[in-house]
């Protein structure tokens, strides 16, 4: 006689119809290698984040047996996410007649996604960039796979991550209320300005929103390595796309 083998039971990770908001996400945190999926490691990232926005430390940090690469990649997927919502806060605020041109810090960002580089409202251009960013993202070309990444398209993930933060500069700039409300409740600047500094995905020269606790600290530069040309235009510059 054989002893009955017990069946595992894994829990069903399922939103039905008519959940309610608060009862959504409920099933317990399981450990990365307990979630079988093609997705675990979105599923694992998400399911952190839920727990606790605001431990950036805990949500950056690379879980054993996660390529680097895979992990990046992972959290630039859930920025464009997230940042998704910061767009329906500053969409009331931030219209073509508030904002006709996208500018941060003395900044003047022209869009690429016209068919010759120009400047946009600035509500335009974010939008422009989270779908550029998004399409990009989900490219089979240049990402065929959720378990690893190609070594040439690891050039993506800092033009990504240089045009993500240009959002947070901007909202950080020009429409601080909102963008105070939203960081405190999604603490998502600060993650990607973590996963930023720890992988290097943005020069600390572009970076003119100050970490907190710290003064910010102006860096002038004629030009600098990243790729980017600037050129004084009445009180601040223009920074295009020369790639």
């Not at 022209?110 to 600035?122: D, G, R, V, Y």
């Not at 100050?210 to 980017?228: H, K, L, T």
């Amino acid at each position: 006689m054989t002893d009955l083998e017990v069946p595992v039971q894994r829990t069903l990770r399922r939103l039905f119809p008519g959940t309610r908001l608060e009862n959504a996400f409920q099933w317990p945190i399981e450990s990365l290698d307990a979630l079988e999926s093609s997705f675990n490691v979105q599923e694992y990232l998400q399911q952190l984040i839920r727990a606790d926005r605001s431990q950036v430390d805990k949500l950056v940090e690379l879980p054993k047996g996660v390529d680097d690469e895979v992990w990046q990649y992972e959290h630039l997927r859930q920025v464009c996410l997230e940042l998704g919502l910061l767009v329906v806060a500053l969409a009331p605020e931030c219209t073509a007649e508030n904002c006709p041109e996208m500018k941060a810090e003395g900044w003047l960002y022209l869009c690429a996604a016209h068919p010759a580089t120009q400047s946009c409202p600035a509500i335009d251009y974010i939008i422009h960039t989270l779908d550029g960013a998004t399409t990009l993202l989900n490219n089979a070309k240049y990402f065929p796979s959720r378990i690893s990444v190609p070594e040439p398209s690891l050039k993506h993930f800092q033009s990504i991550a240089r045009r993500l933060y240009r959002i947070f500069a901007h909202a950080y700039c020009h429409h601080r209320e909102i963008y105070e409300i939203f960081e405190n409740d999604t603490s998502l600047y600060a993650r990607f300005r973590l996963l930023s500094r720890k992988y290097e995905l943005v020069p600390p020269n572009l970076i003119t929103i100050p970490d907190s606790g710290e003064e910010d600290e102006e860096e002038e530069e004629e030009e600098g390595e990243d790729g980017y040309s600037r050129s004084p235009r009445a009180s601040h510059s223009t920074l295009k796309e020369t790639e």
